[in-house]
Structures are given as C-alpha cells and as structure tokens.
C-alpha cells in the first residue's frame, strides 16, 4: 500500500508572555520548512485566524507561498482559511496563483469558523456560518471551470466566467472539521477532509457512503496532537507542556470547541489527562501511525505541531529531526 506523506502544521504565533522578535520567527519558520523538505516532510500547513493578541497567522496563502518558492517537491496547504472572511473569487484566483507558482503542489484547505470576534470585525454573521461557507465552497469550485458558470446563493454570487489564468490543475479542495455534521459537509462537497482526531475516519467514510461517493477515492489528512520525542516527559515538563495548555485554551475560549462541552484547561497535566495531547518516543508513535494506515488507506497525510505557540523553532526543530530520523522511515517501510 501507498504510505502517507508526513507534515508539518504551523501557526505562527507569538504570545507575549513568550514574545520572539516577529521578523526571524516569520523568517527562520520558513526555513525550517524548507529544511525539513530536505529531512523527508512533504506536506507544509498553515493556518488562519484574524486580530489576535498572540500574532495568531493572519496571511497563510503569504507563508505558504513563499514556502512554495524555496521548495521543490512539497506539498504546501491552508489548514485552514475561515473562509466566510474571504471574498470567494478572490480566494480562487489566490489559489490558482499560488497552484501555478508551485507547479500544482497546493491544497486549499477551508474551514467553518467560529471566533465571533473575527466575524463581526469582518462584517460577517457568525449564524449565518455555513450558508456563507456552502455558497464559499460553490463559488470557488465553479471559478476553476474553464467555461465558467453563474453561481447565485444565499451569501454570495459569481460571475459566469472562469478565473484567469486557470491553473493547470485545480487545487484539491479539503474541508477542515471536527464535528460530525462538519465532517459531513466534506464527504459531500469537497476532495478531502482534515481531521482533528483519528477517532473521526468513520464519519468520514460512512459520510462518503452516504452521498453515493466512492469510498476508495476519499481523502483524509489527519493533524496530529501528539508530542514525539526521544523523552516525550522531559520535553513537556520542561515548557511544551505549558505552551499546549495555553494552544487549547485559546482555542476553548474562542469557541474552537463550540458543542463538546470542553473548558479551560487549569495545568499541562489536565491536558494530558483528557487525552488531547499523547506524549510518545518513536516506537509507539511508529506502531500507532502504522494501524491507522493500514486500518484506513484513505488517510494521506500526517502533519504535527512544527513547535507550539511561544516554543522556539529551534526547540521544534529538534523534535522535527527525530521524526525524520526515527519514525518517518520505519512507518514508510512498514507500508511500502
């Protein structure tokens, strides 16, 4: 069977109590993208949000660009763009741009949203999600249609002619969810899924099922919450785990974790407590990545946290070297 490809996932951010100077972590970010490329990561993901205190990324089509630029096999990818804050032709032709520059090696990867303060800074209605995201979805697909077709929705129109230039080959586009209903939405409506738990595959295959699509050609691209390191313990007490509890708490309480019943985390041993974050050295994080493989060939992708919200990219980049020493090789040989 095929194996899949391993990742890296970034935000970029920057919380004051741990701030870095934004030129070189912006700067030294994409170089360690580009140096993993050389260690065998082929997937480079970004993801979006707007005016946060912690220098959340706001410009991943940027970033993922310029990683694009430096590299020359690597897949690059919004994991994800809150799509309802986008004009949806101006996102197609980003998209077709970026498609183009890195030789048909980009994934637009769409989500939901879910920070209100995000929308009412945009002028968007947070109830109206997925009306906005659905008519999003249509606009964009049809824009990559060579004879163009006239789109008009609830939220948003477009115009009956394609983007120009087209790309050469139209961008995979994934949904990134994490509800049920969510998940869903991208068996029915796009190329691929992004999964925030392994827990949800089934949803995602029967969702396939369910909308009469064939479930060999489905696509899932799994974010990994783990920490995978030569002494998982020692790194997470030695700050990582102070930096997760922070990550999970700003995602809670800007509304990440609407429906779940999930609130703050008071220490990193809560975190690991409810099982979001697993601390693991090569062998069980090999073992494990290998039995969902093998129990789901859909999956094509696995990409992890490159370094944690105020963890430096050196203190990540250790981390991402033992992978590539000790995990990526083993899990490919074992699904060669």
């Known amino acids: 069977m095929r194996a899949p490809t391993f990742g890296l996932w970034y935000d970029l951010r920057n919380p004051p109590q741990w701030r870095q100077p934004a030129g070189p972590l912006y700067r030294d970010t994409v170089d360690q993208a580009v140096w993993a490329e050389s260690l065998g990561f082929r997937t480079a993901w970004f993801s979006e949000h707007h005016l946060a205190d912690d220098d959340y990324l706001a410009s991943p089509l940027t970033v993922a660009a310029t990683v694009g630029a430096r590299t020359s096999d690597m897949r690059v990818g919004t994991n994800i763009i809150v799509s309802a804050l986008h004009d949806p032709v101006r996102l197609a032709e980003d998209a077709a741009a970026l498609s183009l520059l890195t030789g048909d090696r980009f994934e637009l990867g769409l989500g939901l949203g879910y920070h209100r303060r ?8 947070l109830k109206q999600r997925p009306s906005l995201f659905e008519d999003s979805i249509r606009v964009i697909k049809r824009a990559f249609r060579p004879d163009g077709e006239l789109h008009q929705g609830r939220r948003y129109s477009s115009p009956p002619y394609p983007v120009t230039p087209l790309p050469e080959t139209p961008p995979r586009l994934l949904i990134g969810a994490q509800s049920q209903v969510g998940i869903d ?8 899924v992004i999964t925030l738990s392994n827990d949800h595959f089934d949803w995602y295959l029967d969702g396939l099922k369910n909308h009469g699509r064939d479930v060999d050609d489905g696509r899932i691209y799994a974010s990994q919450w783990a920490i995978v390191a030569e002494d998982p313990e020692k790194v997470w007490a030695e700050g990582v785990g102070d930096k997760a509890t922070y990550q999970l708490n700003r995602y809670i309480e800007w509304g990440s974790f609407e429906g779940t019943g999930a609130t703050e985390f008071a220490d990193p ?3 690991l407590d409810s099982g979001i974050y697993q601390l ?24 992890y ?15 991402v070297q033992y992978i590539a020493d000790h995990v990526i090789p083993e899990v490919t040989r074992r699904l060669a």
């Not at 995000?118 to 209605?125: I, L, W």
């Not at 946290?305 to 250790?318: M, N, R």
């Open 280 to 303: 693991m050295d090569a062998s069980p994080a090999i073992e494990h990545l290998v039995e969902l493989a093998a129990s789901c060939p859909q999956v094509r992708d696995f990409h």
């Open 305 to 319: 946290w490159a370094q944690l919200p105020g963890e430096s990219v050196e203190s990540g980049s250790a981390r």
């Open 185 to 192: 939405r991208a068996a029915r409506m796009a190329d691929g």
């Open 269 to 271: 041993q809560a975190v």
């Open 118 to 125: 995000e929308f009412e800074a945009f002028g968007r209605v």
